[in-house]
């Protein structure tokens, strides 16, 4: 019995990381990817406009 809670660890491991890659590879794209690029491309404004006010605000 001990080889069985040997190997339970690695196959969970081995599901869950199977689990993952599903998710990751079944959000890529859809519709889901309007809104996460509007929500990256709002992230990268809002960072490029805090650089230029504490750019403006060094000067």
Do not use: C, H, W
């Amino acid at each position: 019995m001990d080889y069985v809670s040997a190997l339970v660890p690695p196959v969970v491991m081995a599901v869950f990381f199977i689990g993952v890659i599903r998710v990751i590879v079944k959000t890529q794209g859809g519709a889901n990817k309007t809104k996460e690029d509007a929500v990256v491309d709002a992230a990268l404004a809002r960072v490029e406009g805090a650089k230029q006010a504490s750019a403006r605000g060094d000067a």
